[in-house]
Nanobody, 121 residues
């Protein structure tokens, strides 16, 4: 199973970007997917997560600004980022929690390679 993230880039403050992450390979089902970010000199932090049923969680810092969505048919997760600020500059990592087979055991977790988002002021 692999994750491929895309959509990062350079954007001016106030602008928008949409990140996409696709899971490929053989697995039974998705439990949840999410986005995390790591700024320079900082620890990796949660941005948003979404379950296969559509339940979402957001970091307080991005509530009302970012929107996470999932397409379980294509095993993709998206992060719509609006009103970007310089403090949103970071490498954004996609995370997948999935079940490898019908027994739903174990629950496995996988990280993508990261995509850089740079917000210029």
């Amino acid at each position: 199973v692999q994750l491929q993230a895309s959509g990062g880039g350079l954007v001016r403050a106030g602008g928008s970007l949409r990140l996409s992450c696709a899971a490929s390979g053989t697995f039974f089902s998705i439990h949840s997917m999410g986005w995390y970010r790591q700024g320079a000199g900082k620890q990796r932090e949660l941005v948003a997560t979404i379950t296969s049923a559509g339940g979402t969680t957001y970091a307080d810092s991005v509530k009302g600004q970012f929107t996470i969505s999932i397409d379980t048919a294509t095993s993709r997760v998206y992060l719509q980022m609006n009103s970007l600020k310089s403090e949103d500059t970071a490498v954004y990592y996609c995370n997948l929690n999935y079940y490898p087979d019908y027994t739903h055991r174990p629950l496995l977790s996988l990280w993508g390679q990261g995509t850089l988002v740079t917000v210029s002021s």
